[in-house]
T-cell receptor, first 112, second 112 residues
Framework: DAGITQSPRHKVTETGTPVTLRCHQT?????MYWYRQDPGHGLRLIHY???????DKGEVSDGYSVSRSKTEDFLLTLESATSSQTSVYFC???????????FGPGTRLTVL | DQQVKQNSPSLSVQEGRISILNCDYT??????FLWYKKYPAEGPTFLIS?????DKNEDGRFTVFLNKSAKHLSLHIVPSQPGDSAVYFC???????????FGTGTRLTIIP
């Protein structure tokens, strides 16, 4: 158990509304990641963070922003949700000195 | 450009037999490879990894083989058990890069 929680676990929203997903870790790991999982695409990196206020884009960052004001929390924001952002979103952390990432339980987001 | 490929979307294997899941990669800079297992409605869980300095790594019923010249890795599960039914993702990283690149996944079904 890597001590990762995600909230909410499920959300249904309408096109054009803002949505924020939260990832919380209990062990003060430096690296945190946001992925989306879609059929036929596997896991794709949206954004990641390597420290407080230090973030960078992944391969599918358009339409998403992130913030990390505290070590333990990494927020993913959809400023104006679209139906193409319907997906399952996973947060992950990486232990120091290792390439292995550990995942949270996921958030299922539906944009109508 | 899919740098990590899992060409078999699904695989069915009889209980007790060997399951072999395959993964190909194109980026010669990848030097660390991982397999994750994912059950429905859960986050991916780390299964086993291998560094490019090795060609085999074993952990109980799970063995990962790496063929660097062919840019190919495989996961062997023997004997296969019903609880092994899940989606398996391979992933790769390059030179201690903080990011992982994932394949699209293979759904393994173990037939009792």
């Amino acid at each position: 158990d890597a001590g990762i929680t995600q909230s909410p676990r499920h959300k249904v929203t309408e096109t054009g509304t803002p949505v924020t997903l939260r990832c919380h870790q209990t062990e003060n790991h430096r690296y945190m990641y946001w992925y989306r999982q879609d059929p036929g695409h596997g896991l794709r990196l949206i954004h990641y963070s390597y420290g407080v206020k230090d973030t960078d884009k992944g391969e599918v960052s358009d339409g998403y922003s992130v913030s990390r004001s505290k070590t333990e929390d990494f927020l993913l924001t959809l400023e104006s949700a679209t139906s193409s952002q319907t997906s399952v979103y996973f947060c992950a952390i990486k232990f120091p000195g290792s390439d292995t990432q550990y995942f949270g339980p996921g958030t299922r987001l539906t944009v109508l | 450009d899919q740098q990590v490929k899992q060409n078999s979307p699904s695989l069915s294997v009889q209980e007790g037999r060997i399951s072999i899941l395959n993964c190909d990669y194109t980026n010669s800079m990848f030097d660390y490879f991982l397999w994750y297992k994912k059950y429905p409605a859960e986050g991916p869980t780390f299964l086993i990894s291998i560094s490019s300095i090795k060609d085999k790594n074993e952990d109980g019923r799970f063995t990962v083989f790496l063929n660097k010249s062919a840019k190919h890795l495989s996961l062997h599960i023997v004997p296969s058990q019903p609880g092994d039914s899940a989606v398996y993702f391979c992933a790769a990283s390059a030179n201690g890069n903080e990011k992982l690149t994932f394949g699209t996944g293979t759904r393994l079904t173990i037939i009792p």
